[in-house]
Nanobody
Framework: QVQLLESGGGSVQPGGSLRLSCAAP?????VGWFRQAPGKEREFVAG????????YYADSVKGRFTISRDNAMMTVFLQMNSLRPEDTAVYYC???????????????????WGQGTQVSVSS
């Protein structure tokens, strides 16, 4: 059932930082991070192309979160700085191939998903 494995979640105070990690199934996959808070719709957070050269962010996290890939392009990271209580959610890593730009922010386009990791931001 679990196709990808996220790590790095936890509890942090507002203004703090966390770094999430996800192992991609291969170098040719687009990888995205999504999050879902209780009672809320799943939303796109950030995405990165297989090359690592193109990144995409939700407006709500621009300037605070950074998505990147390691040198082998097999591990994807989400560096989350200046965390806010509204960032509290379960964060999911997802991967897929052949995702066109117009679908990159749509979770339905991703074939592989992780189990989710909880991020909690509170005082």
């Amino acid at each position: 059932q679990v196709q990808l494995l996220e790590s790095g979640g936890g509890s942090v105070q507002p203004g703090g930082s966390l770094r999430l990690s996800c192992a991609a199934p291969g170098r040719t996959y687009t990888v995205g991070w999504f999050r879902q808070a209780p009672g809320k719709e799943r939303e796109f957070v950030a995405g990165i192309r297989a090359s690592g050269g193109h990144t995409y962010y939700a407006d709500s996290v621009k300037g605070r979160f950074t998505i990147s890939r390691d040198n082998a392009m097999m591990t994807v990271f989400l560096q989350m700085n200046s965390l806010r209580p509204e960032d509290t959610a379960v964060y999911y890593c997802a991967a897929g191939s052949g995702i066109i730009l117009s679908n990159l922010r749509n979770g339905d386009a991703y074939a592989y998903w992780g189990q989710g990791t909880q991020v909690s931001v509170s005082s």
